[in-house]
């Protein structure tokens, strides 16, 4: 019964690293999505995984950004050569069913990222 | 494109005095809305949907379709309350939910 888990809880790296970000949602959950928080921004949809597909990749800010989904479970956000800009919370969140959109988008707590 | 917006970035009223935490969307179809919040060092949670017509921890929301809003309301705030508001939109049928900036409230005792 636990939620949706990521890590790490707060990431600090250095401008042109690479860093993976990961998300477990909820056993079952199919549908999974990723957002990014920043400060006074609101939440800004990134990507959506329906399995392991990604129907819809529109949100992804450039081509830094990849994401992948592996089982039906566990999904990897990679930022490679970040920016200061790319600081922010990092969000994911899984739903029950693809099918019925009013189920509930649970939340995990998020990952910190800083780019110094 | 669709788009949510909360026009207060901070809200601050006294316990025990009305609260409305106000949601505008730009959409000419039919919506669903919803409204999370985050309590401090706490996951985002669904508060309540439009679709449920419900009550939750006193606060309600009703969809306006002619003045396309979906505020928030509570009769009385409670202290507890205090936290971030985030409307939220989806079109019927689709899987992406676009988020307001968010207001956060501050229940003053």
């Known amino acids: 019964g636990a939620g949706v888990s990521q890590s790490p809880s707060n990431k600090v790296t250095e401008k042109g690293k690479d860093v993976e970000l990961r998300c477990d949602p909820i056993?079952?959950?199919?549908?999974l999505y990723w957002y990014r928080q920043s400060l006074g921004q609101g939440l800004e949809f990134l990507i959506y995984f329906q399995g392991n597909s990604a129907p819809d990749k529109s949100g992804l800010p450039s081509d830094r950004f990849s994401a992948e989904r592996t089982g039906g479970s566990v999904s990897t956000l990679t930022i490679q050569r970040t920016q200061q800009e790319d600081s922010a919370v990092y969000l994911c969140a899984s739903r029950s069913s693809g099918t019925d959109h009013y189920n509930e988008q649970f939340f995990g707590p998020g990952t910190r990222l800083t780019v110094l | 494109a669709q788009r949510v917006t909360q026009p207060e970035k901070l809200l601050s009223v006294f316990k025990g005095a009305p609260v409305e935490l106000k949601c505008n969307y730009s959409?000419?179809?039919?919506?669903?809305l919803f409204w999370y919040v985050q309590y401090s060092r706490q996951r985002l949670q669904l508060l309540l949907r439009?679709?449920s017509r419900e009550s939750i921890k006193g606060f309600t929301a009703d969809l306006n379709k002619g003045e396309t809003s979906f505020h928030l309301k509570k009769p009385f705030a409670q202290e507890e309350d205090s936290a971030m508001y985030y409307c939220a939109f989806k079109k019927a049928g689709s899987y992406q939910l676009t988020f307001g900036k968010g207001t956060k409230l501050s229940v003053i005792p």
């Open positions: 439009h679709i």
């Open positions: 959409y000419s179809g039919s919506p669903e």
């Open positions: 056993s079952g959950h199919t549908a």
